[in-house]
């Protein structure tokens, strides 16, 4: 049951762990923006 329900989720939460990891890379952008 439970497995299946994670096969079931695991598309969303892929997205959505992928815009964190975007949202969290765009401060070290930033950061290399400002020393460069």
């Keep these: 049951m439970a497995n299946e329900l994670l096969d079931f989720e695991a598309p ?20 290399l923006l400002f020393i460069a």
């Design 12 to 31: 969303l939460y892929s997205k959505y762990e992928k815009f964190l990891n975007d949202l969290e890379a765009i401060p070290s952008y930033l950061k």
